[in-house]
């Protein structure tokens, strides 16, 4: 497999937790967003929507992380990133979507660069918009988990595709300064994810594209 990917894109760096979790071999492709490289030609003729990441097999390149995430769920179902329980699928499909879809497109680069550029909006009105979308996902995702009670996974005693959401989604938020205080259960997750290799691999500042510095 050949892994397209930014190093510090939160959609790439759910996709590599999970490959890694499955142990799936894949290479990886540096796409460098600063530089435009997601606009290259070649690129493009792989992902008509120029982002970031996408995973060729052999059989065609996929896009979107939330669809590869599935195709990889039922393609290599072992170990299961999904609970058996269709409430517990449902749960953790819940969890996965608030970062997903309620906290990441909001923070991600082309809207960020799209508030500086068209609207004016300097570091820390950029800083505060990022702060104002992760606090109030953060809020409600604290409260799920703690109807869990778990303190290791956010689902049960096994990592699942929420833990693959979450952890980029807490490295965005140190990286935009939000005060992380108020959510121990979120802190508690992460910190252990830290301490296993399937997700030590998979950070940003671990890819042969991040600034050594």
């Not at 290599?76 to 979507?97: E, F, K, S, T």
């Not at 104002?132 to 799920?144: D, K, N, P, V, Y």
Request: some cysteine; glycine content about 6%; proline content about 8%.
């Amino acid at each position: 497999m050949i892994l397209h990917d930014f190093f510090r894109s939160g959609t790439s760096h759910r996709l590599r937790i999970a490959l890694n979790l499955k142990g799936i071999d894949y290479d990886r492709r540096p796409v460098s967003l600063p530089n435009q490289g997601h606009r290259e030609a070649g690129y493009l003729r792989l992902n008509p929507q120029g982002l970031v990441p996408t995973l060729e097999d052999g059989g065609g390149a996929m896009v979107q992380s939330p669809a590869i995430l599935e195709w990889l769920e039922e393609v290599y179902p072992d170990p299961a990133l999904l609970p058996v329980q269709p409430a517990a699928r449902q749960r953790v499909r819940a969890m996965a979507a608030l970062v997903g879809c309620d906290i990441h497109p909001l923070n991600n680069l082309r809207v960020l660069t799209r508030l500086r550029q068209s609207y004016g909006f300097d570091e820390d009105a950029v800083l505060a918009w990022c702060a104002t979308w992760i606090e109030s996902g953060f809020s409600a995702l604290e409260e799920l988990l703690a109807r869990d009670g778990s303190e290791r996974f956010c689902h049960g005693d096994t990592p699942s595709l929420a833990d693959c959401y979450l952890i980029p989604q807490v490295f965005s938020a140190r990286r935009f300064n939000v005060d992380l205080a108020p959510y121990p259960r979120i802190l508690a997750i992460d910190a252990h994810c830290a301490t296993l290799e399937s997700f030590i691999a998979a950070q940003p500042d671990r890819q042969p594209d991040a600034p050594s510095s």
